[in-house]
């Protein structure tokens, strides 16, 4: 397995003492019956949420942070 696919299978509390703080988790949620897009820390830490997913990407990258997608 390559450094890239070891990183893929990685868990949130592995990826974070592993010192990826760069990055922020987007993914669907629903609340009060409504879909929205969650952000996360690297420690899976929810930060914020979002009624679209576009409006969380640029916020994460307005915050020089990497995006990931999570499903």
């Given amino acids: 397995m390559n450094q890239s696919e ?4 990685m868990s949130i509390k ?5 010192g990826i703080q760069d990055v922020a988790y ?6 009060d019956g ?7 820390a690297a420690d899976g830490t929810q930060i914020a949420i ?4 576009e ?5 994460v990258r307005h ?3 990497e995006p990931l ?3």
């Fill in 6 to 9: 070891r990183i893929r299978h």
């Fill in 26 to 31: 987007v993914k669907r949620a629903i609340g």
């Fill in 63 to 65: 915050h020089d942070l």
């Fill in 34 to 40: 409504e879909v929205g897009y969650s952000v996360h």
């Fill in 50 to 53: 979002f009624p679209n997913r």
């Fill in 14 to 18: 592995e990826l974070t003492l592993f």
């Fill in 69 to 71: 997608s999570v499903h």
């Fill in 55 to 59: 409006l969380a990407m640029v916020t």
